[in-house]
């Protein structure tokens, strides 16, 4: 297998649901990054925290347009004109930005998923699946590096780091086993060899983020039960930033150029 | 480098020496403010590398750094330099031109010296041509480079990225959205 006309239908549905998901988490996660530019708390970190805004939302286009190879759909449109029902993304990503500790710790979890996603994905036998990940991979190793020192930093820079730091982990944890959770395509996908399989992927992941917290002496909470709902359930949060993220492209859906 | 401390909540500054190609001398392309050397390569990949070129970066805290000018060294004061004690390496970087250019000094080579001003004495010695109009001298030891085994992830996703000028974007239905002052 390796190009879109060797996908028997079935196969070929599943992959542009994955496809969707994948894309989904990283554009909405960009755009909560880039709701820091101008308000970082130092010049430098708006910066970077702007480019890997858009670095994630540069791979959200690439999971796109491995789908447009399957169905022709078009990027923008999909971006754009769908209504937050219609979203895939984990819930992780669309919670409001909350402070620099909620922003770097949520960033941390999702670089540490999406290295060990990628690096999967980079083997999958869907060829343009594994080359645009193989080009994401590259990226998400700074990533991690950023998110990463961020986590140590607030772990062992002032008590009030600490505490802000706990507080976020608190949030986010029972959000966090979403990211590896298997849609219902995603066992047959596996079979082909398409996307990785979903538990050693997951404990790849778990394990990254837990070594990671107890290196950091950070405490991880209790295991909860996964959020209930699958992808296609959101909360409000999401509904206020599809209307920012949407506003121009609705402002004049029929422009030729932007 | 411990107990650099904060000056004004944004962490002490850093400068930052990036390298174009492998057979291109590091050359300072302005500085950074971080919390420590680690945060400070990852800001100046961030601020200084996220588009050009780069193979390689360093950073030294900008307190580390000992500059004079070619004016400063000839002044009617002789130059003294430190002496005795144990000799410390030295990286020397030294601008030779007073062309307009996006970069400062540029990494010339090393020096041993018991001092930043005997560094700046061996350096005069060590890399007479072409003559030099400043000279930084910074502690080796003070100078962090970014991985090497990690340079791929750091620079390479730069290459395909490029700077879209603004004419990049297209004009919109012209006659409907007219350029201030015709054409442009």
């Given at each position: 297998m390796s190009g879109p006309h060797d996908l028997d239908p079935a196969l070929r549905g599943a992959l542009i649901a994955r496809l969707t998901a994948m894309a989904d988490d990283e554009l909405i996660l960009g755009h909560r990054d880039s709701e820091w530019t101008g308000h970082a708390p130092l010049l430098e970190e708006d910066i970077a925290l702007a480019n890997i805004a858009q670095d994630e939302i540069g791979h959200a286009l690439l999971w796109l347009e491995v789908r447009t190879g399957l169905d022709g759909s078009d990027p923008d449109a999909l971006a754009f004109f769908r209504e937050a029902g219609d979203f895939r993304n984990v819930r992780l990503v669309e919670?409001?930005?909350?402070?620099w500790a909620f922003t770097m710790l949520r960033q941390f979890l999702f670089d540490a998923f999406e290295t060990e996603l990628l690096e999967r994905l980079a083997r999958s036998s869907y060829a343009p699946l594994a080359e645009a990940a193989a080009k994401a991979a590259k990226e998400e190793i700074f990533h991690l590096r950023h998110s990463g020192l961020w986590l140590e930093r607030l772990a062992h820079g002032t008590e009030e780091s600490r505490r802000r730091l706990e507080a976020a982990l608190e949030q986010l944890w029972p959000y966090l086993p979403q990211l590896w959770q298997a849609q219902a395509g995603d066992a047959a996908l596996a079979e082909a060899g398409v996307v990785p399989e979903p538990t050693g992927l997951e404990e790849a992941a778990r394990g990254r983020v837990l070594a990671a917290l107890a290196r950091v002496g950070v405490a991880s909470p209790a295991e909860v039960a996964?959020?209930?709902?699958?992808?296609?359930r959101h909360g409000e949060a999401l509904v206020a930033l599809l209307i920012d993220m949407q506003s121009v492209a609705r402002a004049d859906p029929g422009v030729d150029a932007w | 480098m411990a107990g650099r401390a904060p000056r004004d909540g944004q962490g002490p500054r850093w400068e930052v020496f990036k390298q174009d190609a492998s057979d291109k001398p590091h050359q300072a392309v302005g500085s950074v403010h971080a919390a420590d050397p680690e945060h400070a390569l990852l800001m100046a990949r961030s601020v200084h590398a996220r588009r050009p070129a780069a193979v390689s970066l360093w950073v030294a805290p900008a307190d580390a750094v000992f500059a004079v000018t070619e004016e400063e060294l000839h002044a009617t004061a002789p130059w003294t330099v430190e002496e005795g004690g144990s000799s410390r390496r030295f990286l020397v970087f030294r601008k030779t031109s007073h062309r307009r250019a996006m970069t400062f000094v540029d990494h010339v080579g090393v020096v041993d010296a018991p001092g930043p001003r005997a560094a700046v004495a061996a350096a005069v010695d060590a890399f007479p041509e072409p003559p030099a109009l400043t000279w930084w001298v910074v502690p080796a030891d003070d100078v962090v480079a970014s991985p090497e085994d990690e340079a791929d992830a750091w620079f390479a996703p730069a290459r395909d990225k490029t700077y879209k000028q603004q004419s990049a974007y297209g004009l919109l239905a012209p006659g409907k959205h007219k350029r201030a002052g015709g054409s442009s």
């Open positions: 919670l409001p930005r909350g402070d996964p959020n209930p709902g699958g992808r296609e | -």
